[in-house]
């Protein structure tokens, strides 16, 4: 199984301050044969399900702000809020689509200092 | 647009099978892969497998010998079905859309079962 370690657990930080999330895979998501990272990040709000923000680890998904950006390659990968909104506290997962079995991260809790 | 709801009992009996439907509208369910999830109370988030768009099934090594995946393209429905549940298998549980080379895009709210005598 691909293993994949966020750093860190939780994170607070002050409304409209950049909030950084890393992440790392125990072997490369990158597929050779389309160059894409199969690295996915979602938001969970608490009683909620998981929501798609970033998808082949840079994308973001239609309708997100672009306040949130990834980046990353092969096996390390940040989640990056630039400016924190009272709205984006929240869980944030990685994940790895490149096989199976999928796996996420454990999360990071991120909160307003 | 698309959406997903998932049903099922609450409460499960240790030893019993749990069975769950998810109930897609909005999207062709022969269409896609459809992929069920599952997380602890205040835990992370753990993938049960799925079943594509050709009707193949893909399970985790963890579950495998317990989960079977099927789907009802006259209903538009995919169902989960987990043998000899413990404790340890009480979680919310989601059903969720995706694509070979694309992640899970759309997500049921999710299912709390839990199992307890």
């Known amino acids: 199984d691909i293993v994949m370690t966020q750093s860190p657990d939780s994170l607070a930080v002050s409304l409209g301050e950049r909030a950084t999330i890393d992440c790392k895979s125990s072997q490369s998501v990158l597929y050779s044969s389309d160059n894409k990272n199969y690295l996915a990040w979602f938001q969970q709000k608490p009683g909620q399900p998981p929501k798609l923000i970033i998808y082949?680890?840079?994308i973001r998904e239609s309708g997100v702000p672009d306040r949130f950006s990834g980046s990353g390659s092969g096996t390390d990968f940040t989640l990056t809020i630039s400016s924190l909104q009272a709205e984006d506290v929240a869980v944030y997962y990685c994940?790895?689509?490149?096989?199976?079995?999928?796996?996420f991260g454990q999360g990071t809790k991120l909160e307003i200092k | 647009q698309v959406q997903l709801q998932e049903s099922g009992p609450g409460l499960v009996k240790p030893s019993e099978t749990l069975s769950l439907t998810c109930t897609v509208s909005g999207a062709a369910i022969s269409s896609y892969y459809w992929s069920w999830i599952r997380q602890p109370p205040g835990e992370g988030l753990e993938w049960i497998g799925y079943?594509?768009?050709?009707?193949?099934?893909n399970y985790n090594p963890s579950l495998k010998s317990r989960v079977t995946i099927s789907v009802d393209t006259s209903k538009n429905q995919c169902s989960l079905k987990l043998s000899s549940v413990t404790a340890a298998d009480t979680a919310v549980y989601y059903c969720?859309?995706?694509?070979?080379?694309?992640?899970?895009?759309?997500w049921g709210q999710g299912t709390l079962v839990t199992v307890s005598s």
């Open positions: 994940q790895q689509y490149y096989g199976t079995p999928y796996t």
């Open positions: 079943i594509s768009d050709s009707g193949s099934t």
């Open positions: 082949w680890a840079s």
């Open positions: 969720a859309r995706h694509y070979v080379s694309y992640s899970f895009d759309y």
